[in-house]
């Protein structure tokens, strides 16, 4: 009987480690071919892993909980298929074992003894065994600024650290004990103070319930509080009369619906109306690398959608520009469907150049959202609603009953000054203004 490995699939080409949900299946359970063995979660998606073979499984490597580097293996199954070889690490583990033990290891090796369940943060077993092999310890290591998803620490981080210490080592005088942490420098050359606050105590005597962070929960307040180290964040806002686009899509309804199978919403409007800005102002649609600025020639438009737990999810439409308002408006729908029941795969909310979140779905008039790093903007769109208001006429100012909504741009002050934030953004508002009230449909 052949020995196979349950490797860690790759689910993109940026994902670089999975953390196991919850394994399908017991050790001496029999799997079919393609039968779910576990379910993993990489940032926001969750996946089911199949078995790449009929059999039993024999050993489960990792628990649940546990974060695996892609292409590690995480279980073995036993098979009697014809034509299936062993794997070899599985069959070749004892002896290659027992080779490395007896291997004679560098004097000038520098190890040091971490422990870091210590730490709130995840760092992944490469860069675990660079800090171990460099010397570097927990404290030093929390205080590197990571530049992965959610402000994780890479290698490169690691690496791009530990170059800047050896040009210029840095003295640190004590300190203390409240102060805030030394600065680290970051991978991408800049120096961003990470401070360790002392927080005042929440007390949990009295009459409270204690609810523990999901996994998304964390991964979003990770991110929202790196965002706003990493960012210095500018908010402006202008008032849109989008009393023809509201009037245009009461028409528009039936027959999008009729012709299309589709439902037209406000959403791939907006987008459209987003994307011509971002044309016009392709200095929005940048990112930030070190003393670089990365300017994106694809305009690639994430949507924030709200998932049924209250958690969001930002799945992306890729190529924004190269789509009429019919193919934005499936695309919407299917992005929006398949987030809310967890279906979305892993590179749908990779990629992004822009961010679209609509604060108007609940109520809200306007925001002041959070930009979703790696990108330096991001739009919120308020609740379109009646008001009277100032028309303009070839005959004299009239007061008329308009749709009124107000956009709200946050935006990266260290690249995006205020005359190019808020041209961009009364630019998104001359399009929505401007929408033709006979547009075909």
Request: no cysteine; glycine share 8%.
């Amino acid at each position: 009987m052949a020995k196979v490995e349950l490797i860690m699939p790759k689910l993109g080409e940026s994902i670089i480690e999975a953390t196991i949900l919850s394994w399908e299946k017991e050790v001496g359970e029999s799997v079919e071919l393609d039968e779910n063995v576990l379910t993993i979660a990489t940032d926001k998606v969750d996946t089911e892993v199949p078995s790449p073979v009929e059999g039993v499984l024999l050993e489960i490597l990792h628990p649940d909980g546990a974060t695996v580097a892609v292409g590690a293996p995480i279980a073995i199954i036993e098979t009697e298929a014809e034509g299936v070889e062993a794997s070899p690490a599985v069959a070749e583990a004892p002896q290659a074992k027992e080779e490395n033990s007896a291997a004679p290891q560098p004097e000038t090796a520098a190890v040091v003894a971490t422990d870091f369940s210590q730490s709130d943060r995840f760092y992944s077993p490469l860069v675990k065994s660079i800090a171990k092999e460099e010397g570097i310890g927990l404290e030093e290591l929390d205080n590197i600024s990571g530049t992965g998803q959610n402000g994780r620490v890479t290698k490169h981080d690691v690496l791009a650290y530990l170059e800047n210490r050896k040009k210029a080592p840095q003295v640190v005088a004590p300190v203390k004990k409240e102060a805030p942490k030394a600065v680290a420098p970051a991978n991408n050359g800049q120096q961003m103070a990470v401070q360790q606050f002392n927080l005042p105590p929440v007390d949990t005597s009295g009459n409270v319930e204690i609810i523990e962070m999901g996994r998304m929960r964390k991964l979003i307040a990770d991110h929202m509080v790196m965002s706003k180290h990493v960012s210095p964040h500018v908010t402006s806002f202008i008032e849109v009369d989008v009393t023809n686009l509201v009037q245009w899509r009461k028409k528009a309804k039936a027959v999008y619906a009729e012709k299309y199978g589709e439902k037209i919403t406000f959403t791939p409007i907006f987008v459209e109306a987003v994307t011509k800005a971002l044309q016009d102002y392709p200095m929005v649609n940048i990112a930030v690398k070190g003393n670089q600025i990365v300017r994106y020639k694809d305009i690639n438009i994430g949507m924030a959608a709200a998932l049924p737990t209250g958690n969001l999810i930002v799945p992306v439409i890729k190529n924004a520009d190269m789509l009429n308002l019919v193919g934005l408006t499936k695309k919407v729908n299917d992005l929006a469907n398949r987030a809310r029941g967890n279906k979305l795969k892993p590179e749908e909310i990779k990629g992004g150049t822009f961010t679209l979140t609509n604060v108007g779905t609940f109520g809200n008039v306007m925001g002041t959202p959070i930009i979703n790093q790696p990108q330096v903007a991001i739009l919120a769109v308020g609740a379109i609603r009646k008001k009277p208001a100032v028309i303009e006429t070839p005959t004299g100012d009239m007061i008329g009953i308009r749709h009124m909504m107000f956009l709200s741009l946050s935006y990266d002050h260290r690249v995006v000054d205020g005359m190019l934030g808020g041209s961009f953004l009364r630019r998104i508002g001359d399009y929505l203004e401007a929408f033709d009230l006979n547009r075909d449909i």
